[in-house]
């Protein structure tokens, strides 16, 4: 802590010293790996976005749209056909959230990960 007397001279009362180091060591191809999972596990919520806008793309053409025969198939193939798109969508939507609740990463679970603690050992 610094002191200042009536000189403007500054003093040093105590100085304390954090200057413990550790180091980890591991080779690039397993940083790599644990890298590339946990980037992985971050892009899921763009997972989520791109699932939603399927089901909205998908629910707006059913609402909007007037199916017409064509293509050989009736209209109401086509109707049956878009709304089996959107079941698969909700689907997809449901999996990718699920997925996404399951998995979290942070910078601790990295760096657990790099220095090889098991999940369920919190001390480190």
């Known amino acids: 802590m610094a002191l200042r007397n009536p000189n403007n001279i500054v003093t040093i009362a105590e100085e304390i010293k954090?200057?413990?180091?550790?180091?980890?060591?591991?080779?690039?191809?397993?940083l790599e790996n644990i890298l590339n999972k946990h980037f992985s596990i971050m892009k899921k919520p763009k997972d989520i976005i791109a699932a939603?806008?399927?089901?909205?793309?998908?629910?707006?053409?059913?609402?909007?749209?007037?199916f017409q025969d064509k293509f050989g198939l009736k209209a109401d193939t086509w109707n049956g056909i878009?709304?089996?798109?959107?079941?698969?969508?909700?689907?997809?939507?449901?999996?990718?959230?699920?997925n996404r609740c399951k998995s979290k990463t942070s910078?601790?679970?990295?760096?657990?990960?790099?220095?090889?603690?098991?999940?369920n050992n919190e001390n480190n």
């Open 18 to 30: 954090n200057t413990s180091v550790r180091i980890i060591t591991i080779t690039e191809d397993r």
């Open 52 to 66: 939603l806008a399927i089901v909205i793309t998908v629910l707006g053409t059913l609402f909007t749209s007037s």
């Open 82 to 98: 878009f709304v089996c798109i959107l079941i698969l969508s909700i689907i997809y939507l449901s999996i990718t959230v699920i």
């Open 107 to 119: 910078v601790k679970s990295i760096i657990k990960d790099i220095k090889n603690i098991p999940k």
